[in-house]
């Protein structure tokens, strides 16, 4: 119920008001008063809305596999470089073309040029920490080498960036801003595609998942397979967190918060119980924080990124203290 009220007024509200009736009508395809509000809602206020959901849902989904992995409460979903790694895609294709003087055509710098390179550099900086976790037998090696991948893509980010021009350098710091209102329905239905992809290895992860919370060293003599449920863990998060910035950019804060705040609220580490929960909260949580980013009435969109980390925070922080344990 709670989802449902988020997202007719996340629709409803923007730069042109939308009364809720209309709202809904609209959403089931009946009358409304003014034929411009159904093309409002239809062709840019339902795509983002889903597109709320899914980068909500997909982060915090991703962000409590990694924590439960590397049994660590500060692990996000991009911990193991797969934000680094689309950065650096999109800085290549960005700055680096300007850097080595090549023009790019238009395609090139396209939204989907961008989903493209950003999807590449993900790709690649997870198809390395998976090789990794293939040969490695410590899992916070994993974590180590996933950082150090990620501290390598942001050097070259920032030597790229001290090269650039100014007009290629605001086009990357406004992608890095993060933006849910871009895709188009053929986008979100490829988006979907991927997240419903990653949420189906993170359901086959449950049993493995929860065993994991008593240990590796416990968990392999129940008969677990570590690397083999590690493979999984990790593809579900790069497919899931990997999506997310490629279409949405480097959403910060919902991966590491929304599992902290589910656990917090339902008082369990039953990941039959935290992958539902946590996939509503997500979404809940996303379609505040972009109904907020709106500006609701006024033709300014704040960055996403800034909204999900000015809200989000201090919710957690309050509950953190009020409760004084961290569940694991």
Same mark, same amino acid.
């Given at each position: 119920?709670?989802?449902?009220?988020?997202?007719?007024?996340?629709?409803?509200?923007?730069?042109?008001?939308?009364?809720?009736?209309?709202?809904?009508?609209?959403? @089931?395809? &009946?009358?409304?008063?003014?034929?411009?509000?159904?093309?409002?809602?239809?062709?840019?206020?339902?795509?983002?809305?889903?597109? %709320?959901?899914?980068?909500?849902?997909?982060? &915090?989904?991703? &962000?409590?596999?990694?924590?439960?992995?590397?049994?660590?409460?500060?692990?996000?979903?991009?911990?193991?470089?797969?934000?680094? #790694?689309?950065?650096?895609?999109?800085?290549?294709?960005?700055?680096?073309?300007?850097?080595?003087?090549? /023009?790019?055509?238009?395609?090139?710098?396209?939204?989907? &040029?961008?989903?493209?390179?950003?999807?590449?550099?993900?790709?690649?900086?997870?198809?390395?920490?998976?090789?990794?976790?293939?040969?490695?037998?410590?899992?916070?090696?994993?974590?180590?080498?996933?950082?150090?991948? /990620?501290?390598?893509?942001?050097?070259?980010?920032?030597?790229?960036?001290?090269?650039?021009?100014?007009?290629?350098?605001?086009?990357?710091?406004?992608?890095?801003?993060?933006?849910?209102?871009?895709?188009?329905?053929?986008?979100?239905?490829?988006?979907?595609?991927?997240? @419903?992809?990653?949420?189906?290895? %993170?359901?086959?992860?449950? =049993?493995?998942?929860?065993?994991?919370?008593?240990?590796?060293?416990?968990?392999?003599?129940?008969?677990?397979?570590? =690397?083999?449920?590690?493979?999984?863990?990790?593809? %579900?998060?790069?497919?899931?967190?990997?999506?997310?910035?490629?279409? %949405? #950019?480097?959403?910060?804060?919902?991966?590491?918060?929304?599992?902290?705040?589910?656990?917090?609220?339902?008082?369990?580490?039953?990941? =039959?119980?935290?992958?539902?929960?946590?996939?509503?909260?997500?979404?809940?949580?996303?379609?505040?924080?972009?109904?907020?980013?709106?500006?609701?009435?006024?033709?300014?969109?704040?960055?996403?990124?800034?909204?999900?980390?000015?809200?989000?925070?201090?919710?957690?922080?309050?509950?953190?203290?009020?409760?004084? =344990?961290?569940?694991?």
């Amino acid at each position: 119920m709670v989802l449902l009220v988020c997202f007719i007024t996340n629709i409803s509200l923007g730069s042109v008001f939308i009364p809720w009736l209309d709202t809904l009508s609209s959403l @089931v395809g &009946g009358t409304v008063e003014k034929e411009s509000w159904r093309h409002i809602i239809i062709d840019y206020r339902l795509p983002k809305a889903l597109t %709320a959901i899914i980068v909500g849902s997909g982060l &915090g989904v991703s &962000g409590l596999l990694m924590q439960t992995l590397f049994r660590n409460p500060l692990a996000g979903p991009f911990v193991l470089g797969i934000s680094s #790694g689309a950065s650096l895609g999109v800085a290549l294709l960005i700055l680096g073309s300007t850097a080595a003087g090549i /023009g790019l055509s238009s395609f090139l710098i396209s939204k989907w &040029g961008l989903v493209i390179a950003a999807s590449l550099g993900s790709v690649l900086v997870l198809f390395a920490v998976m090789l990794v976790s293939i040969k490695v037998r410590d899992t916070m090696a994993i974590l180590i080498i996933g950082l150090m991948f /990620g501290s390598i893509t942001t050097a070259i980010v920032s030597v790229l960036s001290y090269f650039a021009p100014a007009e290629q350098l605001q086009q990357y710091i406004f992608w890095g801003f993060g933006s849910l209102g871009n895709l188009s329905w053929y986008d979100v239905m490829i988006f979907s595609g991927i997240f @419903v992809l990653g949420i189906l290895l %993170a359901i086959m992860s449950i =049993k493995p998942l929860n065993t994991l919370l008593l240990g590796e060293n416990y968990a392999r003599s129940l008969g677990l397979n570590i =690397k083999t449920s590690r493979f999984l863990i990790i593809l %579900a998060t790069g497919l899931l967190a990997g999506s997310v910035t490629a279409f %949405a #950019g480097p959403i910060a804060f919902i991966g590491l918060a929304v599992p902290h705040l589910t656990r917090q609220l339902f008082y369990t580490s039953n990941h =039959k119980t935290l992958i539902p929960a946590v996939l509503l909260f997500g979404s809940i949580i996303m379609l505040i924080c972009d109904t907020i980013a709106q500006l609701p009435s006024t033709e300014y969109t704040l960055p996403i990124n800034a909204i999900t980390s000015l809200i989000g925070a201090p919710v957690v922080i309050w509950l953190l203290v009020r409760k004084r =344990k961290m569940l694991f």
